[in-house]
């Protein structure tokens, strides 16, 4: 009785220090918080590639699936040997996602950034010129109202002087030579580590993709070796929903954005605007960003083209409007459907929050991410009232004024 009593004692001794310890170390992190970020930070860098290498992996996973299977059902009948069969339907998975991978980066080096560059440069050289054919524009259009061209102008004017000044002092080499080698150097170290992140990340990218079926094998494990059979069925469930949601959606966006960014594309083309490339460029990109990434690539698109010709500015946003519309009505549903499983408010809600405090990665990934919370606290919460016997339906809830606590009715 005495060592059962020792036991729970020191059970709640250890059990209390460990939330004083965890008390301290919460209050610490809150304390010294910037040096928590930057030695989370300095973490990421060094995983740098690894991180790489696993978005790489996930991405480039649907690929892998596809082909190592059909490769094992195409080589069913003439390879005997399972063993010998999976290794060789392995290595063939692996070239093609590799393939896909060399194609991608090979299509933006070749095809898509020369054109970017080109655009770059050619906006930066017409400035002058698409600076006074704008403001000619301006003073037409307000020629009837001189009180508000004076304004306009002014503002128009300043803002032209401060861009100007801004590339002439990035290319303007002899008063800022020192800037400018000091900025040339660390930009050479940064790439060389971005390439090597890169090609390290390859290679993590073609070990995961074969080792992707044996890691999840060993987490299972690990989960039915530490938790109950129903709580690590429950565990094994919920990574199942978290998958799909964040595979389905992120992959389904970057084919939505891919498509959108082609269409922008044959379209500008068609009606002959200009920065062609670099402004589909921009749109696909921006359209990853649910809700909000329209707006972000059609204001510096409009811009762009505002310099060239103000008419072509507006027929470019009507465009943009339409495109969006019809991806955000046809295509998206399509692609994605309701992957997520969540309202339109909460999508705003997710992007805000989530963008403010991890920048454009959160948005992109801060949808996903509260479906998944979403579901799991409607789970949680649905739990409970079936353990006190009351209605998990929310329709029940509407207009409730209180429960009877012994007949268990619902009184409206």
């Not at 990421?44 to 978005?55: E, K, N, Q």
């Not at 440069?121 to 508000?148: H, K, Q």
């Not at 009606?271 to 690539?297: A, D, E, Q, R, W």
């Amino acid at each position: 009785m005495n060592t059962h009593k020792f036991r729970d004692y020191i059970y709640w001794g250890v059990t209390a220090l460990l939330v004083i310890v965890t008390c301290i170390g919460a209050a610490l992190m809150f304390i010294r918080w910037q040096s928590v970020c930057g030695m989370f930070r300095y973490l990421g860098r060094i995983l740098a590639p690894v991180t790489y290498g696993a978005v790489l992996a996930y991405l480039l996973a649907p690929v892998y699936n596809r082909v190592r299977k059909w490769t094992d059902y195409c080589l069913d009948r003439y390879v005997s040997p399972c063993g010998a069969r999976t290794a060789l339907a392995k290595a063939i998975a692996t070239l093609a996602s590799l393939l896909v991978l060399v194609l991608v980066i090979t299509g933006l080096i070749w095809l898509i950034l020369p054109k970017v560059f080109d655009s770059i440069a050619g906006i930066v050289n017409s400035i002058p010129s698409s600076a006074a054919r704008v403001a000619l524009w301006i003073e037409t259009l307000f020629a009837d109202y001189p009180d508000i061209e004076v304004t306009v102008m002014r503002v128009y004017n300043q803002g032209v002087e401060q861009l100007v000044s801004w590339v002439q002092s990035t290319t303007d080499l002899i008063p800022n030579i020192e800037k400018v080698i000091t900025g040339v150097y660390t930009s050479v170290i940064g790439v060389v580590s971005l390439v090597k992140n890169v090609l390290i990340g390859i290679i993590v990218m073609l070990y995961l993709l074969n080792i992707k079926d044996t890691l999840t094998a060993q987490a299972k494990k690990i989960i039915y070796s530490l938790f109950s059979l129903p709580v690590a069925n429950d565990m094994v469930e919920k990574w199942r929903y978290i998958h799909k949601v964040f595979g389905g959606f992120i992959i389904g966006k970057l084919v939505d954005s891919l498509i959108i960014g082609i269409l922008t594309f044959v379209w500008l083309t068609i009606i002959k605007m200009p920065y062609t490339v670099l402004i589909s460029v921009i749109v696909g990109v921006t359209n990853i960003i649910p809700f909000f990434g329209p707006f972000i690539g059609a204001v510096p698109s409009a811009l762009l083209i505002l310099l060239v010709n103000p008419q072509k500015c507006l027929w470019f946003l009507v465009s943009i409007l339409v495109i969006q519309q019809l991806d955000g009505n046809i295509i998206g549903p399509k692609i994605l459907g309701n992957s997520t499983g969540i309202s339109s408010f909460w999508v705003l809600f997710s992007i805000l929050v989530f963008g403010g405090v991890m920048g454009p990665l959160g948005m992109i990934i801060g949808v996903p991410t509260f479906a998944v919370i979403y579901r799991l606290t409607a789970e949680w919460v649905n739990k409970k009232l079936k353990k006190r016997e009351l209605s998990t339906a929310t329709d029940d809830y509407g207009d409730l004024k209180y429960i009877d606590e012994d007949k268990k009715t619902y009184v409206r």
